[in-house]
């Protein structure tokens, strides 16, 4: 795309993010009082998730239209979108996540605010929201960031290496200016979050295992939070301070190891199909 194009995507998708995240807040603040608090009540974590969604939906228009590509290729390409390939990277990152939650529940749950176990109307309200709009939420970031920033930045240059580099740079960094963290320590954990996405993105060619990662991250973490508040709404803390070290350090793990199991099983997968190319050529040659 011009270069003025991807400057004025880029641009755009943020700000689109923040104005519509603030306009459903003050919505959610008519009926749950002042939405600038910190807790998250379940009408701004939808107001969260619903934005995020509708930032994406405009990624995706603006990628194909300034792009003059079809709106797929932002999800997979060259190959077409792998519902297969997503369940089972979602159902392996589920593993993989709730196996680091345990251990920071073990080691670290002071330093994540896990204060005790209660159930309240409010607790209901924030499971029933996580359950229906966090994977709308976790998906529409992948797009916005991983699918339309990455590549837009990635497009003022015709190599490929540098094109991808500065993508993961100004995606990257971009993710993590928008999750408004003023610790050095949490900042840098949504950079390397968000590299690991992007790589999966990279292995597969296609946004099926960034979306399953980031879905079962976002909906064990928010759950988990939700439940262990003591029947209250979900302290929201990412002043400098508020990052511990095993409460980041298990989180990032497990990024790494969600990053290891899809690189493992794309190059099975490739090698399989190799081999039965392979062999169909040689049976072909027979006949």
């Given at each position: 795309m011009?270069?003025?194009?991807?400057?004025?995507?880029?641009?755009?998708?943020?700000l689109?993010?923040?104005?519509?995240?603030?306009?459903?807040?003050?919505?959610?603040?008519?009926?749950?009082?002042?939405?600038?608090?910190?807790?998250?009540?379940?009408?701004?974590?939808?107001?969260?998730?619903?934005?995020?969604?509708?930032?994406?939906?405009?990624?995706?228009?603006?990628?194909?239209?300034?792009?003059?590509?079809p709106?797929?290729?932002?999800?997979?390409?060259?190959?077409?979108?792998?519902?297969?390939?997503l369940?089972?990277?979602?159902?392996?990152?589920?593993?993989?996540?709730?196996?680091?939650?345990?251990?920071v529940?073990?080691?670290?749950?002071?330093?994540?605010?896990?204060?005790?176990?209660?159930?309240?109307?409010?607790?209901?309200?924030?499971?029933?929201?996580?359950?229906?709009?966090?994977?709308?939420?976790?998906?529409?970031?992948?797009?916005?960031?991983?699918?339309?920033?990455?590549?837009?930045?990635?497009?003022?240059?015709?190599?490929?290496?540098?094109?991808?580099?500065?993508?993961l740079?100004v995606?990257?960094?971009?993710?993590?200016?928008?999750?408004?963290?003023?610790?050095?320590?949490?900042?840098?954990?949504?950079?390397?979050?968000?590299?690991?996405?992007?790589?999966?993105?990279?292995?597969?060619?296609?946004?099926?295992?960034?979306?399953?990662?980031?879905?079962?991250?976002?909906?064990?973490?928010?759950?988990?939070?939700?439940l262990?508040?003591?029947?209250?709404a979900?302290?929201?803390?990412?002043?400098?301070?508020?990052a511990?070290?095993?409460?980041?350090?298990?989180?990032?793990?497990?990024?790494l190891a969600?990053?290891?199991?899809?690189?493992?099983?794309?190059?099975?997968?490739?090698?399989?199909?190799?081999?039965?190319r392979?062999s169909?050529t040689?049976?072909?040659?027979?006949?």
């Amino acid at each position: 795309m011009a270069w003025w194009r991807s400057l004025l995507l880029i641009a755009l998708l943020p700000l689109t993010l923040l104005l519509t995240q603030f306009g459903l807040y003050l919505l959610a603040g008519l009926v749950e009082g002042d939405p600038f608090a910190q807790e998250l009540t379940p009408l701004k974590l939808l107001a969260a998730n619903l934005s995020t969604g509708m930032t994406a939906l405009l990624a995706v228009a603006l990628v194909g239209s300034f792009a003059k590509v079809p709106w797929r290729v932002v999800f997979s390409f060259p190959r077409r979108f792998d519902r297969r390939r997503l369940l089972i990277y979602f159902f392996g990152s589920l593993a993989i996540v709730g196996l680091g939650m345990t251990i920071v529940g073990l080691t670290a749950s002071e330093a994540v605010g896990w204060t005790g176990f209660g159930v309240t109307g409010t607790t209901a309200g924030l499971l029933v929201v996580t359950a229906l709009t966090t994977p709308v939420q976790a998906a529409g970031e992948e797009i916005v960031f991983r699918g339309a920033v990455l590549p837009a930045a990635g497009s003022w240059f015709r190599a490929a290496r540098p094109a991808f580099i500065t993508g993961l740079v100004v995606s990257s960094l971009m993710f993590a200016l928008l999750h408004g963290s003023s610790d050095p320590m949490l900042f840098a954990y949504y950079i390397f979050f968000s590299l690991s996405t992007a790589l999966m993105g990279l292995v597969t060619r296609g946004l099926e295992a960034a979306i399953a990662f980031h879905t079962a991250n976002n909906l064990l973490a928010t759950t988990i939070n939700t439940l262990f508040t003591g029947g209250g709404a979900v302290a929201v803390d990412r002043s400098e301070g508020s990052a511990g070290g095993l409460a980041l350090l298990i989180p990032a793990t497990a990024s790494l190891a969600v990053l290891s199991m899809v690189w493992l099983r794309e190059r099975h997968t490739h090698r399989t199909g190799e081999k039965h190319r392979q062999s169909g050529t040689e049976r072909h040659s027979l006949w």
